[in-house]
């Protein structure tokens, strides 16, 4: 816990929160990856997220692509404002210097495949003798070494790119990822030509969740990101998931 003294001002009911960051009126943000064509593409959804932040307080948004592994500790080590890499809240995650945000989405593990190999895959079992990837540092990589039987391969990738790279390659037969459960399913889960098989929790019967990883000596930032997430949910409102799917909750 954190004790922080910060100006609060009462607009529209909405509670504005006064910003200190590593660089004056600019959040700095760790990810992954940096959609091209946002307005195009499901995986925009933190890139839309932060937007919103930077429109509601009128701060510059800085995202610093970075790899996955051990991520959740850049913003402890003072290298940015925000990491919002997919980290999972898992207590060994929460450096020290940081804090959790909300969660801001529900996951659950799976295999994902080639639609033709349906009739042979069905469980993590059944991959022995064959390949399986997952990325460096990730929960699905530990959840794949906890899980796979002796004759599994498992091959670990950098990169979210190069994984998938090696996969429509068919140079490995399956990725180990999760998938989101508290929004519409279809998103990236019954993909007809890239489905999804051996849905399981991380820890059973544990409900699975990501949060964003906040600096804490970034003032106002974890606020500022909890109150977007309470009033606005995620993704946001508007989204391209809503768009496509203007019935889901």
Known sequence: MRTLIFTILLFSQTLVYSIETITPNVIQIAVTGIPEKPEE???????DFFKELESRYSVEIQFHVVPFDQSWALGSQDRVDVVATGVTALPERNAEGSTFSLPYLQVKRGLR???QDQAIFHTITDFVGYRVGAVKGMTALTDLYRRAPEGV??????SWDDMYQSFYAHDIDAVAEGYYVSV????????????MI???DLVEGVPEYLVFVVRDASTGVLEAINQLLQEQGFPLKGSLLEKNNPTTP
Do not use: L, M, R
């Open 153 to 158: 391969e498992i091959v670990v990738f950098e």
């Open 184 to 195: 519409d399913k279809q998103v990236n889960h019954n993909d007809p030509n890239f489905p």
């Open 41 to 47: 593409n499901a995986g925009s959804w933190t890139y």
């Open 113 to 115: 495949i080639h639609a």
């Open 198 to 200: 051996d849905d399981h």
